[in-house]
């Protein structure tokens, strides 16, 4: 490398941190720069939380790398990097399982990494993560001068510092206990298409708030997960959120759930006991499934709403509770109000401020971040090496529809690892998952009503009207009930039906 091209290298990279754009570019450039100065196949930067390793950038290596999560504990190069103040290299026949191995992108089979080099970024005398250098061919990095991939880490140093500081401008990021923080490593909000940065954003604006949010979005886009995000991100981030089901609440034991009950109240109340509105007090509640709430216990609930207080069943007195309500639904509840179903009164008191989440076949090439994700914990969980799709599989996992969303591909991919746990697989450096593994299909599904291809013909003699509708009713049914894998409330909603409705035409039917 002459003298002339690395400084002129290093001089783009101070004059980007004078430039406006986002974290995930300013580092993205970075490892371009990386590659100009030092030749490479792959390189990542990865920061260091909760005892794991979490790419933020990658160059060189396959997309699902940015879901994977690499605890540290399980991958002795990462850790070796980060026991070490100085670069370290690791030997072409070094023993040590390389975590990149099988990620590389690369048309050809040689997909194993020869040559592996990496070093540990310090901020303010901290560990904040590392950047690492992977190439296919041994000794790739035996000519890198000392001084200079020195001089760079300088500079990364300098642009990661810059990111954390614009970051922490920007936007008021609060974090809840210790706990939480820990789940967040298996619940994160992975993806980078349109849709889940106007997601972040919708969460950035309302989370500070107290308004009352309404979640809407089909079975398995991750509801609850946005509901935690928004309690994380809020001020009230350091109080308890209250989860409750709201569709498994019998309207029996609904009211004593949400409002508690004093000894006594009825038949089996042997003690006081605090509701939900009591225990989430200076908190968040959120109410999951709020679509499915009785119409008795909406009045009661709306009153709540609107005075800030609760009274126990079988008491007199009213308690003020100070929560912050975060609802959830796959239903239209728009179309429930305009067939009495649900209150209009309590879906505007809930509806202050409404969020959208995406289908998952809307998201892009999020499905491949996240199957990163859901690969590196089954790795863990099963005890295998690595996991990797190989090309045809991302495409089918691009090209599928998802009526199951996330939950469906979660699924999914712990059926294709757990297939692929045979002995003889146990022994390989990695585990390359083929479209065979994944029970998926990418034909379309017929048409609910296929068009005539010529007319037809008028029946002959009298027919049964009623029994052919029903028969008709009977096939339409089954066929979406197929195409929705089963699943009830989603074969309601593409048939248009309210649930309650469905349930009993089904049983008209004798479908169940």
Same mark, same amino acid.
Request: charged fraction near 20%.
């Given at each position: ?67 994977? #999560? ?6 002795? $190069? ?17 023993? /040590? ?20 080099? =990496? ?16 190439? &296919? ?5 035996? &000519? ?39 789940? $967040? ?43 935690? #995000? ?64 009785? /119409? ?36 239209? &509840? ?46 863990? #969980? ?21 009526? =199951? ?80 894998? =089963? ?26």
């Amino acid at each position: 490398m002459t003298t002339t091209l690395f400084f002129t290298s290093l001089i783009s990279i101070v004059a980007d941190l004078s430039m406006h754009m986002s974290a995930e570019q300013r580092y993205q450039r970075l490892l371009q720069h990386l590659g100009q100065l030092f030749p490479c196949d792959a390189s990542a930067l990865l920061k260091y939380e909760n005892h794991s390793l979490i790419p933020l950038a990658v160059n060189g290596l396959s997309e699902d790398t940015l879901g994977r #999560r690499f605890l540290v504990s399980e991958h002795p $190069r990462l850790a070796k990097i980060l026991a070490s103040t100085e670069a370290v290299r690791f030997a072409a026949d070094s023993k /040590l399982p390389d975590p990149y191995d099988g990620l590389i992108e690369s048309e050809g089979d040689q997909l194993r990494v020869h040559d592996c080099m =990496g070093t540990t970024l310090f901020i303010d005398g901290e560990i904040w993560g590392i950047l690492t250098l992977d190439a &296919l061919t041994p000794g790739t990095f035996d &000519l890198i001068n000392p001084l200079e991939f020195s001089t760079f880490i300088s500079l990364t140093t300098a642009t990661v510092k810059a990111a954390e500081l614009i970051i922490s401008l920007e936007q008021r990021v609060r974090y809840a206990t210790q706990n939480l923080f820990t789940e $967040r490593i298996a619940h994160d909000m992975i993806g980078d298409s349109d849709c889940m940065k106007t997601l972040r954003n919708e969460i950035s604006i309302v989370a500070p708030s107290d308004l009352a949010v309404l979640i809407l979005g089909e079975t398995g886009v991750g509801k609850e997960l946005v509901a935690q #995000r928004i309690h994380m991100e809020s001020n009230r981030a350091d109080q308890v959120m209250v989860y409750v089901n709201c569709a498994a609440l019998p309207e029996s034991i609904a009211e004593s759930e949400l409002f508690g009950h004093v000894k006594g109240a009825f038949s089996g109340a042997t003690s006081d006991r605090a509701g939900k509105f009591e225990l989430a007090d200076g908190g968040t509640l959120f109410l999951d499934e709020i679509g499915e709430l009785p /119409l008795s216990i909406q009045a009661k609930l709306l009153r709540t709403l609107q005075n800030g207080e609760i009274q126990r069943v079988g008491s007199d007195r009213q308690i003020k509770v100070n929560v912050r309500i975060i609802a959830a639904t796959n239903r239209n &509840l728009p179309q429930e109000v305009s067939t009495g179903l649900f209150r209009p009164d309590l879906y505007h008191r809930l509806a202050v401020y409404p969020i959208q989440v995406p289908a998952l076949r809307e998201r892009g090439k999020d499905v491949l971040l996240l199957a990163g994700a859901f690969l590196e914990k089954n790795q863990q #969980r099963l005890g295998l090496k690595k996991l990797r799709l190989d090309q045809e599989a991302k495409h089918a996992l691009l090209a599928y529809h998802w009526p =199951g969303n996330i939950r469906e591909l979660e699924h999914l991919l712990s059926r294709a690892a757990l297939k692929s746990a045979t002995q003889q697989n146990r022994q390989a450096d990695f585990i390359t998952l083929s479209l065979a593994y994944l029970d998926i299909t990418l034909e379309h599904s017929p048409p609910l009503i296929a068009p005539p291809s010529e007319p037809i013909p008028l029946p002959s003699k009298p027919i049964d009207f009623k029994n052919a509708v029903d028969g008709f009713q009977r096939q339409l049914i089954q066929q979406q009930l197929s195409a929705q894998q =089963g699943n009830m409330a989603a074969t309601a909603r593409m048939l248009g039906l309210d649930r309650g409705n469905f349930h009993r035409l089904l049983k008209r039917l004798e479908l169940t």
